[in-house]
C-alpha cells in the first residue's frame, strides 16, 4: 500500500487523504443514522452528500494525475539520447495508478452513498407520523 502512495506521487497522497475524509464522513453519517432520536439533522443528508462527491473529485483528481505523469514521461523520454522499452512501458504502467485508485475510491464512495441513502429514506420514512 505504502509503495502505492509513494509510485503515484503526490496524487497518491491526495488520494489517500480523500479516501480517510469519506471514511470519516462515512462513519459520522452512519453514527447520526444509527443514534437515538427519531429524524436525523439536515447535516447527516450534507455530509452523505459529500461521500459521492470527494468519490467524484478523487476519480477527476486520478485521471488528472495519469495525464500529468504521461506528460512528464513524454517530456523525459524525447529528451533522452536513448529509450529502453521496457522502462517506457513500466513508466505507462505506473501512470495508471492514480486512475485506478480515483476510480476504486469513487466506485466504493457510490456503493456508501447508496447505503446511507438508503438507511437516511427508511429512517425519515420512519421518523414520520402517519
Not at 24 to 40: D, F
Given at each position: 500500500m505504502i509503495d502505492l502512495i509513494r509510485f503515484s506521487g503526490p496524487w497518491g497522497i491526495f488520494l489517500t487523504v480523500l479516501i480517510v475524509v469519506n471514511l470519516?464522513?462515512?462513519?459520522?453519517?452512519?453514527?447520526?443514522?444509527?443514534?437515538?432520536?427519531?429524524?436525523?439533522g439536515p447535516g447527516v443528508k450534507r455530509r452523505i452528500d459529500a461521500i459521492l462527491f470527494w468519490g467524484?473529485?478523487?476519480a477527476v483528481a486520478g485521471i488528472l494525475g495519469q495525464v500529468m505523469?504521461?506528460?512528464l514521461a513524454l517530456q523525459a523520454i524525447r529528451a533522452a539520447p536513448e529509450i529502453s522499452p521496457p522502462v517506457v512501458m513500466e513508466g505507462f504502467s505506473i501512470s495508471f495508478l492514480t486512475t485506478i485508485g480515483g476510480l476504486f475510491l469513487l466506485l466504493g464512495s457510490g456503493v456508501v452513498w447508496m447505503g446511507l441513502r438508503a438507511l437516511l429514506n427508511r429512517k425519515m420514512t420512519v421518523g414520520v407520523p402517519a
Open positions: 470519516v464522513l462515512a462513519g459520522w453519517s452512519l453514527m447520526s443514522l444509527l443514534g437515538p432520536g427519531p429524524i436525523p467524484l473529485m478523487g505523469g504521461i506528460y
